[in-house]
C-alpha cells in the first residue's frame, strides 16, 4: 500500500506531466497561427510582385 506521500507525489508528478501537455499543445497552436499568417501574407507580396509562391512547410521553405 501506498504511503500518503508517494499518492501525493504521483498526483503531484500527473498534474506536472498534464501542464507540460497542454502548454505544448498551447504553444503549437500559437505556430499554426503564425505560419498561416506568414503564408497569406507572402502569398499575396508574390501574387502582387510575380514572384514564384513556395509556402513554408516543415520550417524549411521548401514546398512538398
Not at 497542454?22 to 498561416?36: F, I, P, S
Amino acid at each position: 500500500m501506498e504511503t500518503v506521500a508517494t499518492q501525493i507525489a504521483h498526483w503531484a508528478t500527473l498534474a506536472g506531466v498534464l501542464a507540460l501537455l497542454g502548454m505544448a499543445l498551447q504553444q503549437h497552436k500559437v505556430w499554426v497561427r503564425l505560419k498561416d499568417r506568414v503564408n497569406s501574407l507572402w502569398y499575396r507580396h508574390c501574387r502582387d510582385t510575380g514572384e514564384k509562391y513556395i509556402p513554408l512547410e516543415n520550417g524549411n521553405g521548401r514546398s512538398h
